[in-house]
C-alpha cells in the first residue's frame, strides 16, 4: 500500500479498513479498489469507493488508479440503483475542509436519491461581474497549457 507519511496511514479509518483492522460492509473489492457502505449515510444504501493506495485528494491520485475507481463506482451504482431502486443517484467526491473532506484518503460517495429524502444541494449562485469571467478563463487555461 502506498501512502503520502506513515501519520497520514496509521490515523487513516479507510487504510483500516482496507487492511481488515477496521470493520465495514464491504460490497466489492478488487486489487486496488474496495467500496463500502458509509457508516453515517446521506440515505440507506449510500456507498464509498475507495482506492487500495492512500492518496488524499483526487490531484494526487494517478490517472491509471482513478480509471479503474471510475469504472468500479459505475458498477456499485449500477447495484445499487438496481437493488434499491432509487429515484436517482449522486457520486460526488468532496476535496479539502472547505468541501467538507472528513476523511483524508480519496473516495467517491454514491448517494442513492428518492424525490422525498428532504436531502437537497442549495447552492447560492454567484454571477460574473464586468469582464471577471474571461478573466477567470484564461488563469485557467494557462494552467492548462503547462
Known sequence: MLFNNYFSYMNCIFCQIIEKKAKAEILYENEHVISFLDIRPVNLGHALVIPKNHYTNFLTIPVNELDEIIKVTQKIT??????IKPDGFNIITNN??????????FHFHIIPRFDEDNFAFRPIFKNYENNSMKDFSDKIRIEIKL
Open 78 to 83: 449500477s447495484a445499487i440503483f438496481s437493488s
Open 96 to 105: 479539502g475542509v472547505a468541501a467538507g473532506q472528513s476523511v483524508f484518503h
